[in-house]
């Protein structure tokens, strides 16, 4: 069974930082772009980052670049999202998700994780 688990979600003050992980089970993701999304309470689902299956090219949305770093273990069929100077409107739920191809729209996404709660207070 293909599984991708998120874990590192919470609750932190605005300016903190956080860091998730996506873990990758059932099959190697090594060959395979990976990347973060997000979704906020009565939002569509949000592009955040992706990463190509080397982790040599990287993309993030203009809402979290600079502050957003995206990075992956292949050797532990692990994605990392690093998440610095958090801001209230941050808050999400965040899923990972693997396509082919480094894509930005969810739809390319075929595997997706069951998403981690990240709440940024004020």
């Known amino acids: 069974q293909v599984q991708l688990v998120e874990s590192g979600g919470g609750l932190v003050q605005a300016g903190d930082s956080l860091r998730l992980s996506c873990a990758a089970s059932?099959?190697?993701?090594?060959?395979?772009?990976m990347a973060w999304f997000r979704q906020a309470p009565g939002k569509e689902r949000e592009f955040v980052a992706y990463?190509?299956?080397?982790?040599?090219?990287?993309y993030y949305s203009d809402s979290v670049k600079g502050r957003f770093t995206i990075s992956r273990d292949n050797a532990k069929n692990t994605v990392y999202l690093q998440m610095n100077s958090l801001k209230p409107e941050d808050t999400a739920v965040y899923y990972c998700?693997?396509?082919?191809?480094?894509?930005?729209?969810?739809?390319?996404?075929?595997?997706w994780g069951q998403g981690t709660q990240v709440t940024v207070s004020s």
């Open positions: 998700a693997a396509s082919s191809s480094p894509r930005v729209r969810a739809n390319d996404y075929g595997y």
């Open positions: 059932g099959r190697t993701f090594s060959s395979d772009a």
């Open positions: 990463i190509s299956w080397s982790g040599g090219s990287t």
